[in-house]
């Protein structure tokens, strides 16, 4: 079945540094979504992405779409301590379900 | 529009017993997924409704069922629970099926 990895698992940086989480799957997918979730908190959708080498942004963040549509990676440029939560990546393909990545889980250090 | 809301918000349950937790949707939205989160295992997909029919259905025992209302609202039952079935179950809504997906707060079960 299809699977989706994201790496790394956990990533910890200094305030101001900048952060990247890196989705894989092992199918071409239509499309991906990116979620966040704060400690204690449940998933918040940030954005999906449809085409081949999509880039979006949204103010400090930044989503791309790989050609092939088997990867998507979100930067995160001077990180803050707003930033903290588990990043997670959902690949969907036309005939079923998203499947979600296990998340990275970002710590910031002030 | 009002989120997703989950009803209860916490559970404790003894091992043997079922539940049975509540979603409501966001309005409009006909597609409602179910997801089971623990701190090892991340989210893993229990099944999707859309239209009062299941759509997809994740690899979780026959114990794990849900259902959907012809207002969209779901409910999934959990029978003879089990000590490992204590985990945070998420609910998401979307306004079309295999598109973004707005999760409520989610229903914290405790089986003891």
């Known amino acids: 079945g299809q699977q989706v990895m994201q790496i790394p698992q956990y990533q910890h940086v200094q305030e101001g540094e900048d952060f990247t989480t890196y989705c894989n799957s092992s199918?071409?997918?239509?499309?991906i979504q990116w979620y966040k979730q704060r400690p204690g908190g449940h998933p918040v959708f940030l954005i999906q992405?449809?085409?081949?080498?999509e880039v979006k942004k949204q103010k400090r963040l930044t989503f791309q779409f790989g050609e092939a549509k088997k990867n998507s990676s979100l930067h995160i440029t001077a990180t803050q301590t707003t930033d903290v939560g588990t990043y997670f990546c959902?690949?969907?393909?036309?005939?079923?379900?998203?499947?979600f990545g296990d998340g990275t889980t970002l710590t910031v250090k002030p | 529009k009002a989120g997703v809301t989950q009803t209860p918000r916490y559970l404790i349950k003894t091992r043997g017993q079922q539940v049975t937790l509540s979603c409501s949707p966001i309005?409009?939205?006909?597609?409602v997924s179910w997801y089971q989160q623990t701190p090892g295992q991340g989210l893993q997909f229990l099944f999707e409704?859309?239209?009062?029919?299941?759509?997809n259905k994740g690899n979780f025992p026959g114990r794990f069922s849900g259902r959907q209302f012809s207002n969209s609202r779901s409910e999934m039952n959990v029978s003879t629970l089990e000590l490992g079935d204590s985990a945070l179950y998420l609910c998401?809504?979307?306004?079309?099926?295999?598109?973004?997906?707005?999760f409520g707060p989610g229903t914290r079960l405790t089986v003891t």
């Open positions: 998401a809504s979307s306004p079309r099926v295999r598109n973004e997906q707005y």
């Open positions: 199918t071409t997918l239509s499309n």
């Open positions: 992405l449809v085409k081949s080498g």
């Open positions: 959902a690949g969907g393909v036309d005939a079923g379900k998203s499947t």
């Open positions: 309005s409009g939205h006909r597609s």
């Open positions: 409704y859309f239209s009062e029919t299941q759509r």
